[in-house]
């Protein structure tokens, strides 16, 4: 499963108040980083990079159930122009096919918004939205009716894709799904109970994800030998067991189908699904896995607690350090990402951890073993150390480096070093 991001580009976010790109291919191939790095010292801009993906994200997902319909669109524009628009564009491939999405926004309305696909390098418009008119591209017909019965329908406040993925779409949705299954974001303070749930649910899933997160826990030397979680709920236990013995059922099916040929033929012709619609298949399970757990853990809690060396009660996550708490909230989420070839944008990655740590942390998307699938890891620094290890700078490394920078009026400048 592969959900490239190539390039994001924001305007007026906060400091970012003029356009500026991150780029994520190298030079200008299609093949994208495995790992991007933006390196900037404090209040330079590099929080607000990672929160402008963000915003985007939340924007797809939420501005038809979450936006106020009586207000404007959610934004942060820079303090210097509150007037200006902003405008947030994403290049990225999803189900195998190259998107461009944007849209802009003022203090009133949804101004702008288009989405492209890039068959064979050539630009074909799915739609493009210029206030309330909305035109559909002329290699889209079949799926006119679709798009043009929720257009009407969508408010001036609020994104088209956002409407048409909760309605579904269809020529919409491996947009929509992008944003919502193979991007996320990981910014702000960490909350405790947020990393439990998160911790909880990856060590349940199998007992493979178990021992692979303890070997990388114990090989930080911070004196954990153990994890433990409740078992789960008998209420919910056998649907969690089918949920996940088709999950990997299902995963098995599509790696095989991503080897032969002749296995993704016959798969079409038994069952009339492609690859891109046995991932699709996928991450409806994992979401549903997801749910399921949530509202297991709502019901009775995660239970979780860790089993420290020589100390013969274990500890509350309260209880961990501020070192360990950041592992704790980092590891599951990048080997989730690892598992399913997402798209991960972290702030701070080193925030409370040794160099050598973190740079082991990134490692694990740098090796081509250890990221099968495709995976992208994004991350903010202001330990120049980490940069200096090499990344960016060899193939071995697999990595690409920016720089950002706040001149005197108060705007970030993103820069490739």
Known sequence: MTAMLRSFQVTNHRSLAEEQQLRLT?????????VTAVHGGPAAGK????????QMRDAVLHSITQWDPYA?????????????????VA???????????????DNADVTAEWLYTHPRARKRIVFERSGEQVKIGPMFEAARYGVAAVAPLVRPNALLLSLAGQMYAE??????????SMLEVQRGPADLDAISHRLGGHLSRSPENAARLLVLLRSAELGISDLLVAE????????LRELDRDIAGLTQRIDRCATSAGYAEQVARDTGMTGPLLERELTNLMAARDALYARMVARRGVGLSLVHDGIANPFD???????????????PTMLDALDSGRVLAIDDIGACLPAEETDRLIQLFQNPETNTRGAQLIFTTDNRGLIDRGNGRSQRTR???????????GVSQLVSV
């Open 26 to 34: 190298k030079a200008s191939g299609p093949v994208s980083m495995p």
């Open 47 to 54: 929080t607000n990079l990672i929160d402008a993906l963000g």
């Open 72 to 88: 404007g669109p959610v934004r942060s524009p820079h303090r210097g122009f509150p007037d200006r628009p902003s405008q947030f």
């Open 91 to 105: 290049a990225f491939v999803a189900e195998g096919v190259p998107y461009t999405y944007g849209f802009e926004v």
């Open 171 to 180: 020529a919409l949705v491996p947009a929509f799904r992008w944003f919502e």
């Open 232 to 239: 789960d709920d008998p209420m919910y236990a056998d649907y």
């Open 317 to 331: 996550i309260g209880d961990e350090s501020s070192a360990t708490l950041a592992l704790l909230r980092l590891l």
């Open 399 to 409: 990595t690409s480096v920016w720089q950002i920078r706040r001149n005197d009026q």
